[in-house]
């Protein structure tokens, strides 16, 4: 069997996992329109707000994506990363009340608590990458949620997160990383074959 037909199976295998995260990442115009502009502009200015959306939803998505990956490296962070993401939370806060944007109650909880001294009011790594993803999914935000999923032992939505990954293009050093991770998730599942065969191609 080649690695093309592997991937077509595990495509309709997981195929409910792979709609959940299609309906996650369509919610990002919901989440999106989460950042408001105040008033109704003129087209121009309308559309340099947009612009300004984009580049702050970016930013507010990075910023997730990172908490996410530092939280799943447990309750205890060396006190620089902690102060570092600290100062990114206060930023973007900062710089979205300066463009006249605010963030949503689902936006604004997550930079709040992760702003605050004490790792133990995060919201979890999955809540965590889960916005981001719902934000803007870019590659960070899913590996976050790639790797949030895992961690919380649930493979199979790990593997469509993984396999949706490898459906796009990316460069040669990024798929070996998401077949990697797929072939171990699929052998926390008990595929081991298909993983063997993944790994050989």
Known sequence: MSACRVL????????????ALAELEARRGLVRSDLLG???????LAQAQAELLVVHVSEV???LASAARLALRG???PE??????????LEARHLLALDGLTPG???????????????????TALELASLAVALRPSSRARAALALALAASGDWRPASAVALAALSRPRSAAVRRRWLA??????????DHDRAALLRAA
Do not use: F
């Open 181 to 190: 991770r797929l072939c171990l998730w699929l052998e926390r599942l008990g």
């Open 105 to 123: 109650e689902g936006v604004a909880r997550a930079l709040d608590a992760l702003a605050v001294e004490r790792r133990a009011a995060w919201p």
């Open 80 to 89: 620089e990363e902690h102060e570092a993401l600290r100062e990114r939370c």
């Open 38 to 44: 105040v008033g109704c502009l003129p087209p121009r």
């Open 8 to 19: 077509d199976e595990l495509s309709r295998e997981l195929a409910p996992e792979l709609r």
């Open 61 to 63: 998505s990075a910023v």
């Open 75 to 77: 309750p205890s962070l």
